[in-house]
């Protein structure tokens, strides 16, 4: 088991250490000097050229890399050129919405993905694995903004039970902004729970194919312990795999839900950023999505071990 | 009242008919044993009792269990049955455990769902049914997973399962075809023992008439879902009224004519040797303990020395994990050995490149067991028998090609219609056919048999047999034939040598070597495979 750990956490640090590489090589492709396209074409010479100071811009390509890479190592991401104010705290204040977003968005989608997808694996064929496989081939097809429109009249204009948008901040209380949350979290979750319903469904069907489930039901268990006991952890690898892809795309990929709910999230900052040409930003945040996603991927493959004792043993 | 009484039991599944009218019973503490090919409904009898059929599945007639129709039964009280009255031996022990838990959970799992018994009861329970079994806790602890157990150690865990709650029913789904014959003839035993120990019945389904005729009270003789007869089985066995009975019998214990005639007495062959094999010795790593420290490597083949003449037919037997096939990919230069050399034609095979490898693998091919994993599902026979063309010095043109692939076909007994068809179109025993056609296709004097018809029902698997007899006296191909089943050996070999931790301990003529074997390992397999004349006449004095 420490074996496998290692392994994986030295090739979660290569991935970290190229994907910076990546990352850097892209601004130095932008056309053009970046603190001049930053600036604009009216900046004077003096502007642009405190700006390259600023950006770290003299000096040789691979001296300004470990430079770069060095700061973000302490956690030195830089000034944002737009915000004036350091992009450590920019972030910090975004991810205080995007983070708990996400998590509740990934909870709420597990909790409904999983117990449809195993209701429509153990009626495979019948009535309600064709009912509830279409309402998921829907969720996949109706886009996340529809819903989030949809949850608004429904619970904001009409039932007047949730906020309709904005984000009160954690120092109005937990309560009021779980409530801002709850809405988008949910129009998030629902195509995310449709997606994961179809992989867990088809997952569980393979394993009930398999042997051992013939070999558990001739022990005698009733079919609903054969399902949650023996068949669903079988099926756990894809859904996890899936639901580590989700969770990042939770994270950032919420554009639109975020102007649909007027949340001050990540996925806004990124948009407000490249549009203000704000690189020193755009680079911080798409270094912190990159390290979301090894970290993610990386407790996904963690988690495949505790699930088979065969990765345990092998690695 | 017998225990089980199968009365005119008819199933289709979908508009497919399996089974039609079939009578079956089983007293108590009797062994009955129902026999058939594959698709004869043999496995589908078992799973109607069970009440495990898929659902499209329809039945008709009565199933009786101690009087209880179960065919009546709901899924609750089936429940209640399943496990505790009734429990199952499955064909596959390396895909019946379940991989995500320990065996201790697997067999304690039952007991506690049937004997509502607290965690520690059933854990000892569990203990002392492994233990019985041939797992004693001391070496196999409840902890273990199944991928730490070997098939036959996997095979003891679900006996256990179905033991466990000394069931009045047991029923075994072909228990020990995926078992070597020493493993095989272990696993018999036990369930002989514990049908004796608990008076229990059990239905033993079985393709292999000599296992059968070892332990069987009774047979019932299945064919197309129909009985053909049924009757006491040393009698049915040896009488062999029916014409079915008679066929299946010769078939198991097949000779081809060809070889039957032919004299193949000395070792010795005046002729250079086709394949000469060195001091070969092939080591695995050992497993990871740490991030800096691997195990001690394993032998997997062990300094093996042997030769093979033009033309000769040499069969390589011995246990599952001796080494067998480690030591067959290497000769087909599918794996490098550690040290050791591998000559073929006289030249060297080890060490050389793919390129240089190019005229030897023309000489020198292959074919597999499962005649129905070896062929890629989407591409035509013509694509997948001419596919070794592409190692002749000349690659043949499109109609050359088709022609080529048609004698190939004609030379295995198929016709030139079967060229644009589909694997899945054909018979097991058809597509092992085309994979001895793509074998044969570049002429090749020397063909690696991976236990090639241990995968057919017994009257394919003597068409098999006679195929290669024959194309081995025509086109003078040597055969080196992996084998665990010594009857195959007999058949087809003129020389055997048997294998055992990676070393050849015996070597000889197959018959010196199978009427009397020197070495340990030889003795055993010997005395473990299971042998229809010598069964049936054990039994008939046992009668008198």
Known sequence: ?315 | MSLLEIENLSLSIGAVPVLSDVDLSVEQGEIVALVGESGSGKSMTALTVMQLLPHAARTSGRVLLDGTNLLEASEEHMCTLRGDDIGMVFQEPMTALNPLKTIGEQVAEGIRWHTRASRAEAEERTRRILDRVGLPEAKFPLSRYPHELSGGQRQRVVIAIACALKPRLLIADEPTTALDVVLQAQVLDLLRDLVAENRMGLLLISHDLAVVADMADRITILRNGQVMEDGEAAQVLSVRTHPYTRQLAQASTHVPEIRAAAAHNTLDSPQAPLLVVQNLTRDYPGRRLSLLRRGAPTRAVDDVSFSIAPGRSVALVGRSGCGKSTLARMILALDRPTAGEIRFRGETLTGRSEAELKPARRDMQVVFQDPYGSFDPRQKVVKLVTEPLHLLEKPPTGTERRDMAAAALAEVGLGSDALEKYPHEFSGGQRQRISIARAIITRPRLVVADEPVSALDVSIRAQILDLFADLNARLGIAYLFITHDLTVARAITDEVMVMEEGRIVERGLTHAVLDDPQSGAARELVSAAPDLKRALERRLREQG
Not at chain 1, 23 to 28: C, D, K, R, S, T
Not at chain 1, 273 to 297: C, G, K, P, Y
């Open chain 1, 1 to 315: 088991m420490t074996a496998y750990l290692a392994k994986r956490l030295a090739i979660a640090a290569i991935t970290l250490a190229l994907a910076s590489v990546v990352v850097f090589a892209m601004l130095e492709i932008v056309p053009g000097d970046p603190a001049r396209v930053m600036l604009g074409m009216n900046a004077s010479e003096t502007q642009v050229a405190q700006l390259r100071q600023q950006m770290g811009l003299d000096g040789g390509p691979v001296q300004r890399y470990l430079h770069w890479a060095g700061n973000l190592l302490s956690l030195d991401f830089g000034r944002s050129y737009t915000y004036s104010v350091p992009v450590i705290d920019l972030v910090t204040e975004r991810l205080a919405v995007s983070l708990p977003l996400a998590l509740i968005a990934l909870a709420l989608s597990t909790a409904i993905a999983i117990p449809v997808g195993l209701y429509a694996a153990s009626r495979r064929g019948k009535t309600g694995d064709v009912i509830s496989m279409g309402a998921a081939q829907l969720g996949v097809a109706v886009p996340n903004f529809w819903f989030a429109l949809l949850l608004v009249y429904l619970f904001a204009v009409w039932l007047r039970w949730l906020p309709a948008g904005g984000f009160p901040g954690w120092g109005a209380g937990i309560w009021p902004a779980l409530k801002a949350l709850l809405l988008p979290a949910l129009a998030l979750a629902l195509p995310q729970a449709a997606i994961l319903a179809r992989v867990t469904r088809s997952a569980l069907v393979d394993v009930l194919s398999e042997d051992y489930i013939r070999t558990a039901r001739a022990k005698g268990m009733p079919w609903r312990r054969v399902l949650w006991g023996h068949a669903l952890r079988n099926a756990l690898i894809p859904v996890v795999t899936i639901m580590g892809l989700q969770f990042a795309f939770l994270l950032a990929g919420t554009i639109i839900i975020e102007n649909v709910f007027y949340l001050p999230g990540l996925g806004r900052l990124i948009f407000q950023a490249i549009t203000q040409r704000d690189l020193i930003v755009v680079e911080s945040v798409v270094m912190l999505l990159v390290a979301t996603v090894i970290a993610v991927n990386l407790i996904v493959d963690l988690s495949y071990a505790l699930v088979d004792p065969r990765l345990r043993s092998r690695a």
